[in-house]
């Protein structure tokens, strides 16, 4: 017990730099999930959805890295667009175990009419910091990238 103690007494300042990240994560996401939930999209259909926006045409696994959101549910997030005609599947010409998913036209006009205000929300919610003070929190946080 006096060795658990002593542990978290030397390691104080990094327990408590993980609570205050973790607390202004939730609230950032908090935030930023306000516009996506008025459209009617859950997170992850968004995600996909601005990922082929800004992308283009993708294959499942890209969409996995490109999205911000997790990637377990991906199939059925992608049927789930697909039966409401924002996205079509292509068979990849190139692999034909793989399919490429494609935003459709109406997909396209659901993501343009969406985007202006996350961007604005997402614009208010980084308004906190100032603009050197988001380049700084950039290069700090881009360090954890290969821990």
Do not use: W
């Amino acid at each position: 017990m006096e060795n658990v103690k002593k542990l978290i007494s030397e390691n104080q300042l990094a327990l408590s730099t993980l609570v205050v990240f973790t607390r202004a994560e939730r609230v950032i996401h908090k935030k930023e999930f306000e516009t996506i939930k008025k459209s009617g999209l859950t997170p992850a259909q968004f995600g996909v959805l601005e990922a082929l926006y800004n992308k283009g045409d993708l294959r499942i696994y890209e969409l996995i890295e490109k999205i911000l959101t997790t990637s377990g549910n991906i199939t059925v997030v992608i049927k789930n667009l697909e039966k409401d005609g924002l996205v079509k599947r292509n068979l990849d010409t190139n692999d034909k175990r793989s399919c490429i998913i494609s935003l459709t036209e109406k997909g396209k006009k659901v993501i343009e009419n969406i985007l202006p205000g996350h961007i604005e929300n997402i614009r208010h919610i980084f308004d906190t910091l100032t603009d050197e003070e988001k380049i700084t929190l950039k290069t700090i946080l881009k360090k954890f990238k290969n821990i």
